[in-house]
């Protein structure tokens, strides 16, 4: 069966494929004008090298590249373009590139110029560093007034910037090879963009502590350049090469086990109508658990109560009430009286997930935490207005605000949090790439929250809400775009394999319950009006949510992958057998070898498979 686009992605549109680069032992890939993964004798040395233009709501520019120049020798290679920016109100930014490498040295400069003055939240260089391998691993920091620190890459997640006031940073790719990263022209910090789920640390222009956004002025050029030297001190420089390099990719099966999570579905006041109608297919589903979002800040009110009362009736498992509490008034009096409305809707949820309206938007470095009341006021007044209820906490965004603004657990059942893969960037790879940071979030919040029940979710690709800008983006055409609250890939088969890799990621932080939908609307597991697939028809997504939630309760264990990045695998034992799941994160086939399943696999593009095993 031959799939084409729409299929796998959600869009006819297609990514551009990038272009390769080789100076010697130094490769990467050159996309949409900035530098993917960077790779030294077949090792990531960097992530990403990107100049790259933000808007007041930390939107990203997509620039219009012109004057492309590429020139490839035999060691060596060298780049050039302009970028143009066109802002608001008819400002305009023009970057001049130049790229160039030399066997073991990569210099990226960019030369921005404006004509009428133009406003950003940052215009320059980020820098990526790549998180599995690296991570706790050991660094050397040159800050701008000379002085050079040993030290290491954080493990755990840092919730503030590891490193200020950058000059270079330099870590160990291999035994006997380091590698320097020189930023030039402005101060440089780093941040660790695990927060966010992105798989990687940033280091990037301008302090956060300075003002934004803020005014580059008319006619006066901001140059910058940033170097990557590799030292190689191997007598014998053997070639390290990724070992499933055109062989398949082997699966074992791994010591680690535990218990599945519920599969919970998110229920908004405005898709309510919408989900009863689809009663049917809810129940088909099955989610042990319905989230039920309230916020009286966005007029939800009675009506939308009556309405879950209705949708509760006819759901078989649990139900949690997600409550955006206002905070204009005492805490006590807003919690009494959505608990007033909730007995005239005769609506009992078995839990309540409470959280300041407020704190669902970021508090950057240097900016001034808003007012909010005691989070220990909060729950109190929850535990005062719902009596009998499991109470949970934590942040209605995304574990970069849980890990800022760490809520005190001593009255919480259980903890929650949300990610979202399109923050930073919205590329097929970027998304799937986070899900390597997904294990480090969890692990983080272990840490700081030990065997306390923890809950994920609604994570969804598309946006729900931006804590960091007024906005989330509208996205009319269909593109791939960061931040924007309708992403085209919720309707094609990577939504699928993303979900399912998002589970398998997860599976050892011990959930009690993992959302990674609604049922209906924009993040849901079936089409609405006007979406590119017909209405009421089901996305791919349906088929891992409904295999997800058919699974809670089961046992799982482990399975490794020598290729996690492209293949991820678990075995789950529930009452109907012994069963292998495997996803393909690829948008290309991939030959999988695992000899308990007594099957070579080829899985499609953003496959997955479940596959009968003997005990």
Known sequence: MTINAFQLNGTHLVERPPVRLRAGKLTADLADGNLRAIRYDGIEVLRAISYLVRDRDWGTYSPEIVDLSIEQKE???????????????????????????????????????????????????????????????????????????????????EPWQPFKDMRAITHQVMPDVQAECRMEG??????????????????????????WPYQISANQPVRQKTSLVIRDTRHSAPRFAPATLGGAIKLKLGERTGIMPDIGVIVTPEEADAT?????????????????????????????????????????????????????????????????????????????????????????PGSTWPDCPPLDAVYAA?????????????????FTELNRKRVPDGQLDFVSHCTNPIVHAADDL?????????????????????????????????????????????????????????????????????????????????????????????????????????????????????????????????????????VLSFVARDAEGTKLHVVNLTSGERRVDYHASGKDLLLAPFATVALPLAD
């Open 430 to 566: 970027s998304v799937m790439q986070t899900l390597e940071a997904l294990p480090f979030i969890t692990r983080s919040v272990r840490a700081i929250y030990g065997d306390k029940p923890y809950r994920i979710g609604p994570s969804t690709i598309p946006m729900r809400q931006n804590p960091y800008g007024s906005r989330t983006m509208d996205n009319p055409s269909g593109a791939r775009i960061p931040m924007a609250n309708r992403d085209p890939r919720h309707n094609g088969r990577f939504a699928e394999a993303f979900a399912l890799g998002y589970a398998i990621r997860v599976l050892d932080a011990g959930l009690e319950c993992l959302t990674l939908s609604a049922l209906t609307g924009p993040f849901g597991l079936i089409a609405g009006p006007a979406e590119p697939i017909e209405q009421g028809g089901r996305r791919p997504l349906f088929n891992a949510v409904r295999t997800l939630s058919a699974l809670a309760g089961a046992s799982w264990q482990e399975c490794i992958s020598s290729s996690p990045s492209e």
């Open 276 to 364: 009863l109608t689809a009663k049917a297919v809810l129940s088909e589903i099955a989610p042990r658990e319905l989230l039920f979002h309230f916020d009286p800040d966005a007029g939800h009110a009675a009506e939308a109560l009556k309405t879950f009362t209705a949708i509760a009736a006819v759901h078989r498992g649990r139900s949690t009430l997600e409550i955006a509490l206002p905070c204009k008034s005492s805490p006590a009096s807003e919690a009494a009286e959505i608990a007033h409305q909730m007995q005239l809707a005769a609506f009992k949820p078995d839990a309540i997930m409470i959280s300041p309206s407020v704190d669902r938007q970021s508090t950057p």
């Open 382 to 398: 929850a535990r005062a207005a719902f009596p009998g209820m499991r109470i949970g906490g934590g942040m209605l965004s995304y």
């Open 186 to 211: 402005d101060t440089f910090e780093m941040e660790d963009q695990r927060n966010w789920s992105d798989a990687s640390y940033k280091t990037y222009v301008r302090p956060l502590a300075l003002p």
């Open 75 to 157: 060691d060596r290679f060298e780049v050039a373009y302009q970028a143009r920016c066109e802002g608001p109100g008819e400002t305009r930014l023009v970057i001049d590139v130049r790229i160039a490498a030399y066997q073991d040295r990569l210099d990226f400069e960019g030369e921005a110029m404006t004509e009428t003055g133009f406003e950003t939240n940052r215009c320059g260089f980020c820098i990526l560093h790549p998180i599995v391998g690296v991570a706790g691993s050991p660094a050397k920091v040159e800050h701008v007034d000379g002085e050079i620190v040993t030290t290491r890459f954080p493990d755990v997640i």
